[in-house]
């Protein structure tokens, strides 16, 4: 429980002291890349339902959820227990099958159309790893093509044109050659992919006549989540679905983001196109680690006969599925009840922030769909856009300043989301009517703020922030 007993007033001293001596052993003070901005280091103490606290006592509303898997909110007790149970009755590593390996698969393959069998992996970077080795076994060709500003874990295989620094005079024009997320990814890997443009079926259609011999599969998450939120234009997940039957190719769809959580069964539910292969991840664990890839029961034999390598110690173990099956089964047990929440609170939250913005003078876009979202600012010379249909455009339009701004603002009023420009908001079905009004409260005084602050201190032209690693020219 909270280290702090008093409560937070807005000041992160505690945060900073803590930061130091975490970043003094543990390289950058965080393990995972992103997960902190540059001068907001907060320290976590604790989570309840919608809400954390920080170390020095200031509470937030949540819609990071740990960057999505907390979609019953933090420490959900029945999952939780759930874990305990299990694991007083199994240990943690079964070593052999066991009968929550067919119970978690069952309730998987009977919530999600596109999947007869599947396996169990420990994250979304692994899961995306082997349904593309998987899609070039099947297929026998070599390369994978990738939307820009998709992604698809941190693997050398996929950590490629995921926010290339398209600002950059030589990066700048569209290539299907991907570029490199990191320094230390070889090159060869590269040449296993090809980048495509999110909803751009005619620069798709070229690839395919250009490579559609070599092209195993189209990769993608069925709702770009990793530029902010971007949806799919109607009719996009169909051509999708086509083209790669007509070339012989596979589609793949990421849905680490997107599965339980658009609906029980995912994107592919929700939106009505099946994929051969799909990714799972985040919200299937409601906050423990687990991830899972599968498909039809054509594709999948590859896997069955071992044909494919695929494995891992700790996949299956017991902690992972005794979480998925408390989640699987609330999911589908109280499936009207949970979704009503998600989605009723997210379309709310989503007019209610743009209306904030808005009226307080701010030129935004709010896209999103059921519990994801994203606020894109326009900065001043923005074209004025409908709304964003890939990357290249919410480069073109999001003022990452203006976010910067914004976050801050509501961060004083208690309120959290990721800060970083083209994350997304995440709402649990544990968000409740109180946190809904008082975000929206907090949005109408912090857009103000940031319309009041832009008299003193006009937009700088804030830097891009750089690929990890990669020295700007
Ligand atoms: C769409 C998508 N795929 C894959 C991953 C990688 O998942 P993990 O972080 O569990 O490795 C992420 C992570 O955010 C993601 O958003």
């Known amino acids: 429980m909270s280290t702090s007993d008093d409560e937070g007033d807005g000041a992160f001293t505690r945060s900073q002291a803590l930061f130091e001596r975490v970043a003094r052993t543990i390289a950058g003070g965080e393990s995972s890349y992103a997960r902190l901005k540059k001068g907001l280091e907060l320290c976590f103490d604790h989570g309840e339902g919608s809400h954390f606290w920080d170390i020095d006592g200031n509470e937030y509303i949540d ?54 069998l599947l396996r169990f992996a420990n994250s979304g970077t692994e899961a995306t790893m082997a349904a593309a080795r998987l899609a070039r076994a099947y297929t026998g060709r070599s390369k994978i093509v990738q939307m820009e500003g998709g992604y698809h874990g941190w693997a050398d295989t996929h950590f490629w044109s995921s926010h290339p620094d398209v600002w950059r005079p030589e990066v700048s024009p569209y290539s299907p050659v991907p570029r490199p997320g990191s320094r230390g990814i070889p090159a060869c890997y590269g040449e296993a992919l090809l980048i495509a443009q999110y909803n751009d079926r005619e620069g798709l259609a070229q690839l395919f006549e250009r490579y559609g011999d070599d092209i195993a599969a189209v990769l993608v998450e069925p709702v770009q989540c990793n530029t902010g939120v971007i949806l799919p234009e109607p009719g996009y997940l169909e051509f999708l679905r086509e083209i790669t039957r007509a070339y ?43 991830a899972a890839f599968g498909g039809s029961f054509e594709v999948m034999q590859l896997e069955a006969t071992n044909q494919v390598m695929h494995g891992g110690t700790y996949t299956a173990n017991v902690v992972a599925l005794a979480a998925a099956r408390a989640v699987l089964t609330e999911m589908k047990t109280r499936r009207q009840e949970i979704w009503s929440v998600l989605d009723g609170y997210g379309e709310r939250l989503r007019e209610g922030l743009a209306e904030a913005c808005r009226s307080a003078g701010l030129r935004c876009l709010v896209q999103g769909i059921g519990p994801v979202w994203h606020i894109f600012f326009a900065k001043p010379d923005a074209p004025d856009l409908e709304r964003i249909r890939n990357y290249r455009e919410a480069h073109a339009y999001a003022s990452i300043e203006l976010f910067d701004r914004f976050h801050r603002a509501m961060l004083a009023r208690g309120v959290y989301f990721h800060p970083y420009h083209f994350e997304r908001w995440f709402v649990s079905a544990v968000h409740t009517e109180d946190d809904v009004r008082r975000t929206l409260e907090a949005a109408a005084e912090a857009a103000q703020e940031v319309v009041a602050s832009l008299q003193e201190r006009p937009l700088a032209g804030m830097a891009e922030p750089a690929m990890p690693g990669i020295a700007p020219a």
């Open 248 to 290: 012989g190719a596979l589609l793949i769809f990421d849905e680490v983001i997107t599965g339980f959580r658009l609906a029980p069964g995912g994107a592919q539910e929700r939106l009505g196109v099946v994929p051969d292969i799909s990714t799972f991840a985040k919200a299937l664990g409601g906050g423990f680690p687990i």
């Open 63 to 116: 819609y990071s959820l740990g960057y999505g898997p907390l979609i019953f909110g933090h420490r959900p007790k029945k999952i939780i227990e759930a874990v305990f149970e299990a694991v007083n009755r199994y240990g943690t590593v079964a070593t052999f099958p066991y009968d929550l390996d067919a119970e978690v698969g069952e309730l998987i393959t009977e919530l999600v159309p596109g999947v007869d």
